[in-house]
């Protein structure tokens, strides 16, 4: 079955720091990948998404590329907020109408 | 719009007992989803409803779970006899029909504590 594989948290960083967040996913055919991003007090929000291999989604700064050979969607940015303190959800959508999730990754940003 | 909205947002209960979960969708979205998410984990798929029919059910959605979108528009989740196991945040997204599958709205979640 399809499953994803994030990076464990939490991750605090310093304002302007450089954030990465590994995800590796299994499944089969060609999935759709996905950041969704939870604020606190906030639900869930599609942050970026790519849908076939080479695609690199973007928003708000943040990048993934879709890498086929890696199985991989790692999350990017260059330069953090304490804004984008939040959670961090990697996911894909396969065949079916659903999506499988990863566990989650909290970002701590200081200032 | 006024975004995805989930009633109750908090819900305590004693064990055996039944709760409902109501789930108002953006208004033009067709699809409706049911997801639960527990501490530290991420959401899992429960359900998913295109106007009033429920087209997939995951294994998780034991018989005591049962959810309806009667008129396509909101839906109910409900959980008969409640067990301790059940307690989690109980997630409903929306989602317009020509989007991706994965391009969903989420609600606020309505959290279940089972005493």
């Known amino acids: 079955g399809n499953s994803v594989t994030q990076m464990e948290g939490p991750v605090t960083l310093s304002e302007e720091a450089f954030l990465t967040i590994n995800c590796t996913y299994t499944a089969t055919g060609y999935p759709s990948l996905f950041w969704y991003v939870q604020y606190p007090g906030e639900g869930l929000q599609l942050l970026l998404k790519?849908?076939?291999?080479?695609d690199k989604g973007s928003n708000k700064g943040f990048e993934a590329t879709y890498r086929k050979e890696t199985t991989s969607f790692h999350l990017e940015k260059g330069s953090v907020q304490v804004s984008d303190s939040a959670v961090y959800f990697c996911a894909l959508s396969g065949s079916a109408r659903q999506l499988t999730f990863g566990s989650g990754t909290q970002l701590t940003v200081l200032p | 719009d006024t975004g995805v909205s989930q009633d109750p947002r908090h819900k305590i209960t004693k064990r055996g007992q039944n709760v409902t979960f109501r789930c108002d969708p953006i208004?033009?979205?067709?699809?409706l989803y049911w997801y639960r998410q527990t501490l530290g984990q991420g959401p899992e798929f429960l359900t998913y409803f295109q106007n009033e029919a429920q087209l997939e059910k995951s294994r998780l959605l034991s018989d005591r779970f049962s959810a309806e979108r009667p008129k396509g528009s909101f839906s109910t989740l409900e959980i008969q006899r409640t067990e301790q196991g059940d307690s989690a945040m109980y997630l409903c997204?929306?989602?317009?029909?020509?989007?991706?599958?994965?391009?969903?709205?989420f609600g606020e979640g309505s959290r279940l504590t089972v005493l």
């Open positions: 208004s033009e979205h067709n699809r």
């Open positions: 997204a929306s989602s317009f029909g020509d989007r991706g599958p994965g391009e969903l709205f």
């Open positions: 790519a849908t076939k291999a080479d």
